[in-house]
Nanobody, 123 residues
Framework: VQLQASGGGLVQAGGSLRLSCASS????????MGWFRQAPGKEREFVAA????????YYVDSVKGRFTISRDNAKNTVYLQMNSLKPEDTAVYYC?????????????????WGKGTQVTVSS
């Protein structure tokens, strides 16, 4: 199984980025997909998750109204549209997959992880 995140970069505060995570070797439509992030010196934290069909979506409070998670099961890809970016959004962003919906998405509860993509927001 491979999850490949891309789309990170350097952006000014208030700007936007769209992250993508392409999967291979995974029965993609059977997995809940999530995004996590890890800022320097901090633990990895949950950002957003999307259900198998895309109907169910869940966000950490700090990104609600600014980030949107979506998926295209035909392309085996999950996206994270990030708008109104803030310097505190600076982190390495990781996509992850898990076979069941969770009451709480924790790092050790995910089944597969991709390599991260760096997002840097300048003030």
């Amino acid at each position: 199984v491979q999850l490949q995140a891309s789309g990170g970069g350097l952006v000014q505060a208030g700007g936007s980025l769209r992250l993508s995570c392409a999967s291979s070797g995974l029965a993609f439509s059977r997995y809940v997909m999530g995004w996590f992030r890890q800022a320097p010196g901090k633990e990895r934290e949950f950002v957003a998750a999307i259900s198998w069909s895309g109907v169910g979506r869940y966000y950490v409070d700090s990104v609600k109204g600014r980030f949107t998670i979506s998926r295209d099961n035909a392309k085996n890809t999950v996206y994270l549209q990030m708008n109104s970016l803030k310097p505190e959004d600076t982190a390495v962003y990781y996509c992850a997959a898990v076979s069941s919906w969770k009451d709480s998405f924790e790092e050790d509860g995910m089944d597969y992880w991709g390599k991260g993509t760096q997002v840097t927001v300048s003030s």
